[in-house]
């Protein structure tokens, strides 16, 4: 099965500043999706962005765009301009193609934006 | 025009107990799924339904029993309720096939006492 690895539990941003999430994943797969999920404390689950892994251009929403490295398996997302409303826990995804078209989530990283 | 519903968004319940979550879309999807997020905040998948058919299935107890009577709704029943049931559990559903994420629900924060 596929896996998804967030290796920061943790990040904290000044606000107006730039962070970058990071996420890595296994997989035999060649053709599949990433998704980068954002869920504030309200709880609902809010998809941010998502790149499919056949195109090279990298995926951008406003103020938030991601780095996808197909070769090394690294899907990370960057928030620029960081807003106090961007606090929340950002999930990554990977979604196969086979088995159900089924999602595999990251443990999450837990985003402070500081005033 | 809410996306997918869930009900109840709370629920307290005694051990031993039995209760239903209920799960609904109005997007026209034909994949349902269910979550169970841990207090880490661990997205676990328990079961997914295409078309009314079950087609994932993981390592759930056999307490839990989803149901599936036409593709707009995935309902979720649990008997015997445990302490360890305890968690917010997630509808979402997704239109088969290429580029399509997932639309979750609110959750539904089961507290078992």
């Known amino acids: 099965a596929q896996t998804v690895t967030q290796s920061q539990p943790e990040m904290s941003v000044q606000e107006a500043e730039t962070v970058t999430l990071s996420c890595t994943y296994d997989?035999?797969?060649?053709?599949?999706?990433l998704f980068w999920y954002k869920q504030p404390p309200s709880r609902q689950m809010i998809l941010v962005i998502r790149q499919e892994a056949y195109k090279q251009q990298n995926a951008t929403e406003n103020r938030f765009s991601v780095n996808f490295q197909k070769a090394a398996k690294s899907f990370s997302l960057k928030i620029s301009d960081s807003q106090l409303g961007d606090a929340a826990m950002y999930f990554c995804a990977y979604r196969t193609q086979n088995t159900g078209n089924q999602f595999y989530f990251g443990t999450g990283t837990s985003l402070t934006v500081i005033p | 025009d809410t996306a997918v519903s869930q009900t109840p968004k709370y629920l307290v319940t005694q051990m031993g107990n039995d209760k239903s979550i209920k799960c609904e879309q109005n997007?026209?999807?034909?994949?349902m799924y269910w979550y169970k997020q841990d207090s880490k905040k661990f997205l676990k998948i328990m079961f997914s339904?295409?078309?009314?058919?079950?087609?994932i299935n993981e390592t759930v107890p056999n307490r839990f029993s989803p149901k599936s009577p036409d593709k707009a709704h995935l309902n979720l029943h649990i008997n015997s309720l445990e302490l360890g049931d305890s968690a917010v559990y997630f509808c979402?559903?997704?239109?088969?096939?290429?580029?399509?994420?997932?639309?979750f629900g609110p959750g539904t924060r089961l507290t078992v006492l």
């Open positions: 979402a559903s997704s239109q088969w096939g290429r580029y399509n994420e997932q639309f």
């Open positions: 339904y295409n078309n009314k058919e079950l087609i």
């Open positions: 997007l026209g999807h034909d994949t």
């Open positions: 997989t035999s797969e060649s053709d599949y999706y």
